[in-house]
């Protein structure tokens, strides 16, 4: 066990590299891999503002910026054949939904507790919202998923036909001089979303599936990124462009609403000059509120209105039909306003009919396909149509827009606490962020704590601002700058280490000698290179064991470790980590705290002379006595490493392996 003397944290620019070299161009590939839709974008380095999006999808008729997120498996036995996206229809009834959120056990607002392996079955337990059909929906994915397949498979299944079909759709549109090139001279660069709040397992699972995808090709990396700071790379980056539209100090909460979650998260401006620069001000949090929910509510009001038996004798078809003119033309256009009429625009203030378009708006009625039905007035069927109230469809939309509302003033009142300045604007981003309803609803609701109403940004092109802010984070990335420079630590990271005895502090079952100085020491501390509660810094480079560690952003714990003359110099080195708010001094069993990894230390890999090293024992033997430090280098994943005089002996980019007990 080390034992230790302090932890530093050294800061020094965003760059990653102390001079940054020549960077040859490459292909740069994002990909939104959303709940209910995904996308991509991508762009050549030589031609960085050129950013393209996938627009065609197999098995779509229609051009869209996205492909719906599901997958269908043949149900013949012994057949590996499935569907994937706009090729699954409304008549597969095994289809998958939702599955990329069992990749994430531990967020409770994102599913906490839906998948536990007991007995090598999946089973899904609800915890926090009773009742939620989100959760029904996933717990249905989970039952319908073939034999032998766990949710990294779906993700791997599905991100291995985003990777197919995104570089045949790349190789059509360059030249081949351009595309014989790729993952041989210019590099193929992936960058995948994730969740703000996601846990780092679940982060970890998403590029292990993106490597089995096959996005880990020949001269090929991947690398992660929350979906708000995609959001914020993007749409801060082009308000970078026009004069005195950002300042340092202003601060904008991103609400990134798609089908099935809302993800939020806030970043305060640190520099406009010469390139621009973030950081997290305030830990990130989401719901199950996103526009599915809004189908969910709908659903359950035609269930409402027909007779749930009545709606259950209806052809698959048919409800499917329902839903979809839902999902795409009333969700879309329905807003609480004064209605259009056909005498809007044409110049006509004529007093005399006001009472009337007042009559007029209060009858205002949405038609839903009722195919083959017949009139029923009762039931609100006329000519073939389920005929809906306005009232009716607002309450489909007020809760969701409720729990929104109530998401992003508790990130606002975070944000301006723990900074003491106000909010500068939301930004609205997403599908379901596009909704000019969803504008409104919140323009006059939003305030700060200064009771000033706090402006709502929307972006024109909101649905594909994630992938879009990929692709742009990428490039800086690839060119060798960061426009997010910090984040929220949501884990404690740190190692276990031995301290000087103190009686009547330490406990006396953890009190030993030490066999080589013979002092007496106290086991099982904890010594915490990041706490939860922090804010830590980031280093974005991969270095090989035993190179030069250039003066950059890291955290850092100096530690020592003895070793008796003549064995080997080598160990096994083990980083814990807690999800506690404060995380507790001591490792015991049972307290929060977990083994996220370990790796080996090889001291063999050190240089120098080591004669200010050796001692001899109070037993007379020889032996090393060597400081050290550990180092915490982070960004979307984290390396640990372990360095002596400027050489790295040991590394590990993390596994995620720990997954907390469920409750």
Request: hydrophobic letters at 35%.
């Amino acid at each position: 066990m080390a034992s230790s003397s302090r932890s530093t944290a050294t800061t020094a620019g965003t760059s990653r590299t102390a001079t940054a070299p020549a960077v040859e161009d490459a292909l740069i590939i994002g990909v939104d891999f959303g709940t209910t839709f995904s996308g991509v974008a991508w762009c050549y380095t030589g031609a960085p503002e050129a950013i393209r999006t996938i627009k065609n999808w197999p098995g779509s008729d229609n051009i869209r910026e996205k492909v719906p997120t599901l997958l269908s498996y043949s149900q013949k036995e012994g057949s590996s054949k499935y569907k994937w996206g706009a090729e699954v229809s409304s008549e597969d009834t095994n289809q998958l939904a939702w599955f990329k959120l069992l990749l994430d056990q531990e967020q409770e607002s994102f599913g906490s507790g839906l998948v536990n392996r007991t007995t090598g079955h999946t089973r899904v337990t609800q915890k926090a919202r009773t009742g939620s059909d989100e959760l029904g929906r996933l717990k249905a994915t989970v039952q319908k998923m073939p034999k032998g397949k766990q949710p990294i498979d779906l993700v791997t299944d599905f991100l291995s036909r985003i990777h197919k079909h995104t570089m045949k759709t790349i190789y059509k549109s360059y030249p081949l001089s351009v595309t014989e090139q790729f993952g041989k001279e210019k590099a193929i660069k992936y960058c995948l979303t994730v969740p703000a709040v996601w846990s780092d397992r679940a982060k970890n699972l998403t590029k292990q599936a993106a490597r089995r995808a096959g996005m880990n090709e020949a001269n090929s990396e991947i690398r992660l990124i929350g979906e708000p700071e995609a959001a914020a790379a993007h749409c801060l980056k082009s308000y970078h462009g026009t004069a005195n539209c950002l300042k340092v100090g202003d601060i904008y909460v991103i609400a990134d609403c798609g089908g099935g979650t809302v993800d939020l998260i806030t970043y305060e401006i640190t520099k406009t000059e010469p390139v621009l620069e973030l950081r997290e001000c305030a830990s990130g949090n989401g719901g199950f509120c996103g526009s599915t929910s809004l189908n969910r509510r709908f659903e359950q009001l035609v269930q409402s209105r027909l007779g749930k038996a009545y709606y259950d004798s209806l052809k698959v078809r048919t409800r499917w039909a329902i839903l979809n003119h839902f999902d795409r033309y009333l969700k879309t256009s329905f807003k609480d306003g004064p209605a259009a009429t056909e005498d809007d625009g044409d110049g006509d203030d004529d007093d005399d009919d006001d009472d009337d378009d007042d009559e007029e708006e209060e009858e205002i009625k949405y038609f839903c396909p009722l195919a083959g039905e017949r009139d029923d007035i009762e039931k609100g069927i006329r000519g073939g149509y389920l005929v809906v109230s306005k009232e009716e469809m607002k309450n489909v939309f007020i809760p969701s827009f409720q729990e929104i509302e109530k998401l992003i003033m508790e990130q606002v009142a975070s944000a301006e606490k723990k900074t003491n300045c106000l909010v500068t604007g939301v930004l609205l981003v997403g599908g379901f962020g596009s909704s000019e309803y969803l504008y409104s609803y919140l323009a006059s609701r939003i305030h700060s704590s200064s009771g000033n109403v706090i402006k709502i940004l929307q972006p024109p092109d909101a649905w594909t601002a994630i992938v879009n802010g990929a692709v742009v984070d990428s490039v800086a990335y690839h060119n060798n700058f960061h426009i997010v420079t910090s984040r929220i630590a949501r884990f404690s990271y740190g190692l276990r280490i031995s301290l000087p005895f103190i009686p009547g502090y330490h406990p006396e079952r953890r009190r030993f000698y030490c066999k080589f100085t013979g002092r007496c020491l106290c086991s099982h501390r904890m010594e915490w290179l990041v706490k939860k509660v922090g804010i830590d810094d980031f280093l974005h480079t991969e270095l090989e064991l035993g190179m030069e560690i250039p003066n950059q952003k890291s955290m850092k714990v100096e530690v020592q470790r003895a070793f008796k003359v003549g064995k080997k110099l080598k160990f096994d080195h083990q980083i814990y980590c807690s999800k506690d708010d404060s995380p507790p001094a001591a490792y015991e069993d049972g307290n929060g705290i977990e083994l996220l990894c370990s790796y080996e230390v090889d001291f063999g890999l050190r240089s120098g002379v080591d004669v200010d090293y050796r001692s001899t024992s109070i037993r007379g033997e020889a032996y090393w006595a060597f400081p050290f430090e550990v180092c915490l280098i982070r960004n979307t994943e984290m390396t640990f490493s372990s360095e002596m005089g400027g050489k790295r002996l040991g590394t590990i980019t993390v596994d995620y392996g720990h997954e907390f007990p469920m409750e």
